[in-house]
DNA sequence: TTTTATTTTTAGACAAATCTAAATCACTAA
DNA sequence: TTAGTGATTTAGATTTGTCTAAAAATAAAA
């Protein structure tokens, strides 16, 4: 069986996002600018998972996850988020602290730690940031894009893609500071004319319209 | 600000087991077998400590804890135990299974955490073991002994002394599995004969007379 | 295609924590 | 009081993860 110590572990997952959970290559600058370390001590760690053969890695060429690398990153992503969704549904941290935590937190090495933490919070499939939490096989579970007005009162989303992609509605989302990726939640929504107030990144308050609200896609 | 290393943070805390709280002065063969290193490594250790002032080192004689040491030990201790707290309380671990965990646990160097974690578990004055958990000072509680009879129902505690010495008590407790320093917790009281029934050890069940039960001091 | 710029790797050093083997110190017992 | 035993320290090696400086490979530009 394959074990990576602290460091490796988190230059997997780190790996594992900037390749897109598989499907790009990465260079060795892309690592170091994500770990922030030199790149000298990247193409040190990159030679060693290659050894341990959880990426593949060419000289000079960067590298690629491969399946078993996949699969142990996603281990660490899995842990990663149970640890968020404990610290901001029981212990009420906010978003922006959770994740030096959660990344401390996750070293911790017992399987059984995982599995009751996860028992214990109700086996949430999302963090609090919306990204699928893997399970103990490494399945992640993704989920339905809803137009704004589907949602719940008090749900939260992430904003994924628009319907309109005209240039004009862009530049709406634009200027009242709606983005894809911004983390929204839905404030209020008034039933007679449709629009909705929804928070954006939690300090923003935006009001938009019904025709507005359809056409931004949220990722529950 | 002193700070200190992981292997040095548990050191210290060994250190100040050993020492009794800062009573005693303690060997490196103590330190040695405590830690499960080699007595050369310990000396290397012990060398840095007392570099960083945390214990008075003298080479060939030992060892003493200085009161920065024992105030830096007791915040380790408190997150160890607060961690202990959450393992049995929150997650359904038993006595046996948490050290090891609590151990790796207590080294996030969050301080946030630990007063979010305190504040979530509600503050608790003692670990699972009744061992107690110092305060944000390293101040600690000592708590009063109790004979058995003076417990309420579901109490837990330990044996800490008996009132009565004599050696047909003694012989009393021993064949009956009750011992000094066993985690006891009373399971159901008769009130009409003062009579009770004690947990020992998580394991086995004792019943006692109001006589005995009123001889044996516990530290709730 | 040759030169230049950028990226990446190698080489060598360092700090932390451990080990083994050898040396040194302190106490004890003849 | 001196030799021996056991405890302790030193010396030197190893692993892990980092760094800087310099060399080498690739990519881009002239």
Redesign the pocket.
Known sequence: MIT????????LKAIYHLSDGGKKGV??????AE??????????????LGEKDVIE???????HITEEGKKLALQTIRKHRLWEVFLVEKLKFSWDEVDEVADDLSHVKSQVLIQRLDEYLGFPKFDPHGDPIPDEYGDVRTRPRLPINDLDLGSIGQIVAVKDSSPAFLRYLDKVGAYIGARIKVMDKTEFDGSVEILVDNKKSIFMSKDVAGNILVMV
Chains 1, 2 share one sequence.
């Not at 990576?4 to 230059?11: P, V």
């Not at 260079?27 to 170091?32: A, P």
């Not at 990247?42 to 030679?47: F, G, K, N, Y």
Request: hydrophobic content about 30%; proline content about 3%; aromatic content about 14%.
């Open positions: 990576l110590t602290f460091a490796e572990e988190n230059y260079s060795t600058n892309d690592v170091s770990m922030k370390t030199k790149p000298a001590s990247v193409s040190d760690m990159l030679r060693k890695y060419r000289k000079y060429y960067g590298l």
